[in-house]
């Protein structure tokens, strides 16, 4: 079992409308959770970061929420446009010792259309 | 600025065919990585340079070699290419080893091995 899990899998929304996007995390304990967009044929770009004692972050039309206590985080996209279609990926990153390690979710692919 | 750049973005192998995937980067950033990804999988590690001078395996290492030749660059070898090995591998580099820096992604290399 994955310890970064998404949901849903894929998602389809009219342009327009806004979408939420979910993320559960089993690892612990954690220094910080961020969400990455992925165009197709393109590596992962940062949209938001989070520390453990942050609950929420907003980046233009994108606001990710994180819960601690739940381990889940959320990112929600406001008025979504064509060029949201993308895969979105919730990373942790875990300490462990010394040394700190990132366990990345699969994603979840939002396609918008007309 | 070109950020994360790596070379070639397709590849087609034989069983047992070497290759080595190339990544340079001009952010003057100290430590670089190696991930691939797999459907239904997320991102995983499979070598990283701390710092120029040093790498380290990662989760996934079997059957690959790294070489930090200097700061900008970081390249990724197959020995002897095995169809398990078919998967789209990216480098990043991030200015520190400390997670809490953003680390920007290569677009990608995709490679099919028959």
């Known amino acids: 079992k994955n310890q970064v899990e998404q949901s849903p899998q894929s998602l389809i929304i009219l342009e327009g409308k806004n979408c939420t996007l979910q993320c559960n995390y089993t690892v612990s304990p954690f220094s910080n959770l961020r969400w990455y967009k992925q165009d197709t044929g393109r590596g992962p770009v940062s949209l938001t970061i989070?520390?453990?004692?942050?609950n929420t972050k907003s980046n233009g039309r994108y606001t990710a929420t994180l819960d601690a206590d739940t381990k889940q985080s959320s990112l929600h996209i406001t008025a979504s446009q064509l060029s949201d279609s993308a895969s979105y990926i919730c990373?942790?990153?875990?300490?462990?010792?010394?040394?700190?390690?990132?366990?990345f979710g699969t994603g979840t692919r939002l396609q918008v259309t007309l | 600025n070109a950020g994360v750049t790596q070379t070639p973005k397709f590849q087609v192998l034989k069983t047992g065919q070497s290759m080595t995937l190339q990544c340079a980067q001009d952010m003057n950033h100290n430590s670089m990585y190696w991930y691939r990804q797999d459907p239904g999988m997320g991102l995983r590690l499979i070598y990283y340079s701390a710092s120029e001078g040093t790498t380290d395996k990662g989760e996934v290492p079997n059957g690959y070699n790294v070489s930090r030749l200097n700061k900008r660059e970081f390249s990724l070898r197959l020995e002897s290419a095995a169809p398990s090995q078919t998967s789209v591998y990216f480098c990043?580099?991030?200015?520190?080893?400390?997670?809490?820096?953003?680390?920007?992604f290569g677009q990608g290399t995709r490679l099919t091995v028959v």
């Open positions: 990043a580099s991030r200015k520190t080893w400390d997670l809490n820096t953003e680390a920007f």
């Open positions: 990373v942790v990153s875990l300490i462990t010792g010394t040394a700190s390690k990132l366990t």
């Open positions: 989070m520390t453990f004692s942050e």
